[in-house]
């Protein structure tokens, strides 16, 4: 067996501890005699796994209490169009921040339920940087509002959590959930689609304060409304179970790491490096993202003559690092080192990055 590093940006390197375990485990779990995928969700072994799941999250982040953790599917981009359907009636408006890809899908995908305000977006600088906060045009009505913490796809990230009074600030942490400490209780609504920093794609961990999930009073099915979710311990139908427990399985290894604190400084270590790497090459590799927004996460960045592109990635590859071809919005590379990603992994990317350059310099 041999398993290469992988800066896939999602879905992405799994600890291979949890593999391990998932693999161990696969068919016989807990003694049963039956695999975890092969039993009811109500089951009493489940819903213990489910409780479980639910209760290590709500310790790693310190969730409050009046918030509810659901466990949903749909992908992130379900919840772009679900968000609105239950936090805003008809007529409202809403705020968005947009600051590269994810958010324009986030607005694209609210507009038939809510009028939306972009508030604020960077996409005249190619997303380069964070609209400073003092150029928000914020409506005190709004039912929301949105950001996008990390970017994904152009590197940016939030490193604070932006003040909007009173209205609630609902985020898509998609990419940078469980990536280090967070204050929950600064947020209406937090969602993460799972396939980045907490485990298999399918799988959406919502994380909402209970007052919001009795706003909305337009009409839709059941399996759209949070509030039925919530009532129903994310078992309104039938969850992904395999998802649910390979998160589970996540968050207790996140546990034996040292929690989200012990995470960020291993983030911060594995980003610097690479960063110092870009910066220190002489012109061969840049990365065009302001500093101060540069992601933790994903490390987006050019080769001088992008005719070595090509030459870069299937060297790469040889050398046994997975996934660094950029995304084609914005071109060249992206190392993605979420919390699966080891420091040893962001080291011989750099080390591979400084022969390559050596030979083509
Ligand atoms: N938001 C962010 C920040 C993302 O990175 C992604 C996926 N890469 C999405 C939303 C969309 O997620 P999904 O494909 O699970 O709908």
Known sequence: MSRVWNFSAGPAAMPQAVLERAQRELLD??????????????????MGLAQQAEADLRELLAIPDNYAVLFLQGGATQHFAQIPMNLAGEGESADYVVTGHWGEKAVSEARPYVTVNVAASSKDENYLRLPPRASWQLNPRAAYVHYTTNETIHGVQFHDVP????????????????????????????????????????????????????????????????????ANDSMLNTPNTWGWYLAGLTFQWLKEQGGVAAMRERNLAKATLLYDAIDGSGGFYR?????????????PFTLHDSALDADFLKASEAAGLLALKGHKAVGGMRASIYNAVPLEAAQALVDFMGDFAKRHG
């Not at 779990?29 to 089951?43: D, F, K, N, P, T």
């Not at 009074?165 to 967070?182: E, K, Q, R, T």
């Not at 993460?192 to 706003?215: F, T, Y």
């Not at 990365?287 to 490390?299: D, F, I, L, Q």
Request: hydrophobic share 40%.
């Open 163 to 230: 003040e909007v009074g009173d209205v609630p600030l609902v985020a898509d942490m998609s990419s940078d959930i469980l990536s280090g400490p967070v204050d929950v209780s600064k947020f209406g609504l937090i969602y993460a689609g799972a396939q980045k920093n907490i485990g298999p794609s399918g799988l959406v961990v919502l994380i909402v304060r209970r007052d919001l999930l009795e706003r909305t009073t337009r009409p839709m099915a059941r399996i759209f409304r949070y509030a039925d979710h919530a």
């Open 287 to 299: 990365c065009p993202v302001e500093h101060a927004a540069r992601s933790r996460m994903n490390v």
């Open 29 to 46: 779990w807990q003694g049963c005699g039956a695999s975890v995928m092969e039993l009811s969700h109500r089951g009493k072994l489940f």
